[in-house]
């Protein structure tokens, strides 16, 4: 009983098939080097021998194409007449057929019948019952010895293809003889045509393995110029590679590498950056307590206002502090502009009140008065002691001194500083002032700018800058953990 497949199976039968396809691909994919060049040896071999074999087989089609069917007749090779074997049978029944070898006088009357017989052909006759030679005739080119050099030489190649035998049966006038015939017209054309088979067979075999080699190679030389190009400095260019043999793994870990490095040139980049901006942040910084502490220094050495002369002392000594400060926290500066160095400590926030952010802009502002600017400040009441920010003294004190530097640097001393403060859900400092004719932007590096945004990060905090024509406008916003309804006065 035959058992009908469903036509669920089906698709499952043909689903597998190309699975099974698919798994055998993938394997030949990650088959190593070695193994696939063995392998095409292999079937390459078995191919061409293959092809060599039906060529082979051909030959005599090849021939008859040749001498007969071609539709240009070719005169390059000798060939048999066409009716041979019909006038053979006539002239047979002419001649009595000898009774033995040594039949001296029938072998000579029969000796005309071999004139049939071109130089390329040879006859002999054989006792159809006894099969004993009787008399025969070779074919005269034998006896040239460059045919006979190359027929022999053809003859080993070949196994004897070189030759057409014949054995039948023929009357003649006194009964029946065996005649062989051998044939040698074709030995110009089928010894040529073994070495031409033989030629495309070994240029195929060769041709697949120099395809094969030459795509490896292909591979090997795109590697190069990929690496050449990496000593280059090209590290943007990917490496590309279908293989997944050895040099396909070896194409995958070299753009491995490749992103590997150019990540650390990259990271490089970025920290020689850091450091650049670290520098100038430090620079930055130092030379604004230095000016300060250069101008207290200045005043008292003319005597000017001398009732404030133990207070500039005192703000003298404050600044120096500063600095000294300032010089003992490089790593807080490199938490701030190294972005690989967020494992490094900072010191912690802390409750800062309002009394001490007013005092800070207090002293700001009156530097600011000793340098010739003029200022207009509304502070909140320090009596609101319950308003409280969370911040860090000393990045506080920097941010305040970027902000200031930049207004001593680069404010016009005939416009007025406007400096405010406003306590709510956040306490918001602004600071307002016009830049000089001839300063198009308020810093050429922007490393002051930089060195407060990122301190305010780290404080929670955030900082807006504005700038619109000649007016600068930096404002500062802290989140207040503690508030409590204060009354204002403006100062």
């Not at 078995?46 to 069917?69: E, H, P």
């Not at 795109?222 to 400095?233: A, D, F, Q, T, V």
């Not at 600044?319 to 003992?328: L, N, P, V």
């Not at 000089?436 to 955030?462: A, N």
Request: net charge negative.
């Amino acid at each position: 009983m035959i058992k009908m497949t469903s036509k669920k199976e089906i698709p499952r039968f043909v689903h597998s098939f190309r699975n099974r396809i698919y798994d055998l691909k993938e394997r030949a994919a990650r088959m190593k080097i070695r193994t696939k060049l063995l392998l095409l040896i292999f079937l390459s071999a078995a191919g061409c021998l293959f092809l060599f074999r039906s060529l082979w087989l051909q030959k005599w089609n090849a021939w008859d194409l040749i001498i007969s069917d071609f539709p240009i007749q070719l005169d390059i090779f000798p060939k048999p007449a066409d009716d041979f074997f019909e006038r053979m049978a006539e002239e047979a029944l002419k001649y009595d057929f000898p009774e033995s070898e040594d039949d001296t006088e029938a072998v000579r009357a029969i000796a005309p019948f071999f004139d049939l017989a071109d130089e390329y052909t040879s006859m002999y006759l054989y006792g159809l019952t006894d099969g004993m030679f009787r008399t025969g005739v070779m074919p005269e080119i034998m006896d040239t010895p460059s045919f006979r050099t190359f027929f022999d030489i053809g003859f080993d190649l070949t196994y004897g293809s070189g030759e057409q035998r014949t054995s039948f049966p023929l009357k003649f006038k006194n009964g029946y003889g065996t005649v062989n015939t051998a044939f040698y017209h074709s030995s110009y054309f089928i010894f040529p045509y073994f070495i031409f088979c033989l030629i495309v067979c070994i240029l195929l075999f060769l041709l697949i393995i120099i395809f094969f080699v030459s795509r490896k190679m292909k591979t090997v030389v795109m590697l190069k110029e990929s690496i050449l190009r990496m000593s280059s400095g090209d590290l943007k260019t990917p490496v590309l590679c279908s293989d997944r043999d050895e040099l396909g793994i070896l194409t995958q870990e070299l753009d491995r590498l490749r992103i590997t490095l150019d990540e650390n040139f990259t990271q490089e980049q970025q920290l020689h950056k850091s450091n650049r901006e670290l520098t100038a942040a430090l620079s930055h910084d130092l030379r604004t307590p230095l000016t300060i502490l250069k101008g207290y220094l200045e005043i008292l050495r003319l005597n000017r206002q001398k009732e404030m002369q133990n207070e500039y002392i005192r703000r003298c000594l404050q600044k120096a502090g500063d600095i000294q400060e300032m010089t003992e926290r490089i790593f807080e500066y490199a938490l701030v502009y190294d972005h690989t160095a967020d494992s490094i400590n900072h010191a912690p926030l802390a409750e800062t009140s309002l009394e001490y952010i007013v005092d800070s802009l207090k002293e700001h502002e009156d530097f600011l008065h000793l340098t010739g600017f003029q200022t207009s400040s509304d502070y909140p009441a320090v009596s609101c002691s319950s308003i409280q920010i969370m911040s860090e003294p000393g990045m506080l004190k920097r941010v305040f001194n970027n902000l200031f530097s930049n207004v001593i640097k680069y404010a016009d001393k005939k416009e007025t500083v406007v400096i405010s403060a406003d306590a709510g859900q956040y306490l918001t400092i602004t600071l307002k002032n016009y830049v000089k004719t001839g300063h198009d932007e308020i810093e050429s590096s922007q490393i002051g700018l930089k060195s407060v945004k990122k301190m305010m990060e780290f404080m929670d905090g955030s900082v807006a800058v504005n700038t619109e024509k000649r007016c600068f406008t930096a404002e500062l916003k802290f989140p207040v953990i503690c508030t409590s309804m204060c009354s204002r006065s403006i100062s």
